[in-house]
């Protein structure tokens, strides 16, 4: 079975650091499409980061230029370095994962972990 487990969250300061790791099991990172998405108490999930097949990241534009999105292939491990937190980067955040179906074709399978909580004060 699939499982995502992130680790990494918690308090910071606004400016701070923080490093999210996502560890998976029964699904390869390396050949399939992986992100990062949080969501704020109220509010819908959002696409945070993700990195391709290829290892073509994408960002929010509300976090370019603060967050790195980056895998580990050897250890099966993707991560989120967090820099410049602001207050707004509160939210519970997620790792995802995304792979064909190799019973349907065209049809996709979603895996999420259960989300680390990760809090900016002021």
């Known amino acids: 079975q699939v499982q995502l487990v992130e680790s990494g969250g918690g308090l910071v300061q606004a400016g701070g650091s923080l490093r999210l790791s996502c560890a998976a099991s029964?699904?390869?990172?390396?050949?399939?499409?992986v992100g990062w998405y949080r969501q704020a108490p109220g509010k819908q999930r959002e696409l945070v980061a993700a990195?391709?097949?290829?290892?073509?990241?994408n960002y929010a534009d509300s976090v370019k230029g603060r967050f790195t999105i980056s895998r580990d292939n050897a250890k099966n491990t993707l991560y989120l370095q967090m820099n410049s937190l602001k207050p707004e980067d509160t939210a519970v955040y997620y790792c995802n994962a995304r792979r064909p179906n190799s019973a349907y074709v065209g049809q996709f399978n979603e895996y999420w972990g259960q989300g680390t909580q990760v809090t900016v004060s002021s």
């Open positions: 029964g699904i390869m990172f390396s050949i399939n499409a």
């Open positions: 990195i391709s097949l290829g290892g073509v990241t």
